[in-house]
């Protein structure tokens, strides 16, 4: 109880930083959606939110920092979808991804990009700081790329999952265009992010 009234306090700080302090009633008592002082729609996420319910806007804490959802990209191939989500510390400025998917169960990673120099086409394995990541999965994807910085836009991309024998680690490459953009993650459990609410894109 005491770190969920810690995280609303921070999260109402962070709110009031958006979006300015509601002019009406206190924020206990708004309805679950409302509009702030900005004119910007603010939504209460429930309790029991997934990651896959976040938007661009959003704000959710991890490891005791609450981000704001930058960026969304949602990814569809074969009709099974998949995310990644660009969290940003408006306080410090501190960046991270988080890629998440339901396949049977939620699974989320934090990922990070990395610089190797690979080329095509891409080997069956590949060697990282001292751990091995075997191909998994390669494909082709359409992607929806939702940011609040411009209007929303579709892409397409070339994709190759890898994994290592734990299944805790992956390595993904992504081919937009002729550029390739590698990144390396880690599996999370979800009850590590805490979904607080925030502005409905």
């Known amino acids: 109880m005491l770190e969920y009234e810690k995280n609303r306090v921070g999260f109402m700080g962070l709110l009031d930083f958006l979006f300015g302090k509601p002019k009406t009633q206190d924020a206990s008592r708004l309805p679950a959606l409302h509009t702030g002082s900005s004119g910007v729609p603010v939504r209460a996420l429930t309790p029991d939110a997934s990651v896959l319910d976040l ?5 959710v804490s991890y490891d005791g920092i609450d981000f704001v959802v930058r ?3 949602v990814y569809s191939s074969h009709g099974f979808n998949w995310f990644s989500f660009h969290f940003v510390d408006t306080v410090s400025g501190q960046k991270l991804w988080v890629d998440a998917e339901d396949d049977d169960e939620l699974d989320v990673a934090v990922s990070r990009s990395v610089r190797l120099n690979l080329t095509l086409p ?3 394995q590949i060697e990282h700081q001292g751990r091995t990541y075997y191909l998994d999965e390669h494909g082709h994807a359409e992607v929806l790329i939702e940011s609040q910085d411009s209007t929303p836009q579709r892409s397409r991309v070339e994709y190759w999952d890898y994994c290592d024998d734990t299944e805790d680690y992956y390595l993904s490459v992504e081919r937009w265009g002729e550029e390739l953009e590698v990144s390396v993650a880690q599996a999370i459990e979800p009850y590590e992010l805490t ?3 925030g502005a409905h894109a």
Request: aromatic share 0%.
């Open 55 to 59: 938007r661009v806007g959003d704000v």
């Open 195 to 197: 979904i607080l609410g």
């Open 122 to 124: 891409l080997p069956e």
């Open 71 to 73: 960026n969304r990209h």
